[in-house]
């Protein structure tokens, strides 16, 4: 965490709710010092929130999901791949058309410049309904009622490769 200096705190109300309001006068230092505390949980964190729970900020665009974890190691002490190719291909996971979450939103732009054009819908990484691309998938993962009903309200037009051999 950061540490600021403000030269004065009070607690107001904004919609029912307390925050802290932070005065500082022309001039005064912010912060005495701006050098962040690496600290490995805050990925998880951010991880959990964004990727996981599918809760991207409004402001990201395709691309910034994808470099998302690049300063991972810098700020949070934590090498989560060798290169950025693993996490790129998370981001596009849950990248989706806003017209149709079962179509990856890759399919949907011709050009990296697209992605400011037309805006991706994100889901969960632990999606069942949407995550999952076969039937099997579906049924063998942690949530089966939510998989159950994904299976047959999107059956899979023909099976995959793992399909074809669990079925062996």
Known sequence: ??????????????????????TFEKGSQISPNVNLVVN??????IYDEIVAKGHVPFFF???DLGKLFVTA??????????????????????????KDPMIYYRH???DIR????????????????????NTTAKLMGAYFEEGLLSAFANPSKHPEPVETILRM
């Open 40 to 45: 490995d949980t805050l990925v998880y964190h």
């Open 114 to 133: 697209d992605q400011y054009k037309v805006k991706p819908e994100f889901i969960a990484f632990r999606n069942v309904s949407y995550g999952a691309t």
């Open 73 to 98: 190691e810098t700020h949070g002490g934590i090498k989560l791949a060798s290169n950025n190719v693993p996490l790129e291909m998370i981001a596009t996971a849950i990248s989706r058309s806003t």
């Open 108 to 110: 949907v732009i011709n």
């Open 1 to 22: 965490m950061m540490q600021i200096t403000p030269t004065s705190t009070s607690i107001i109300e904004i919609e029912g709710e307390d925050h802290f309001e932070f």
């Open 61 to 63: 665009s395709y691309e």
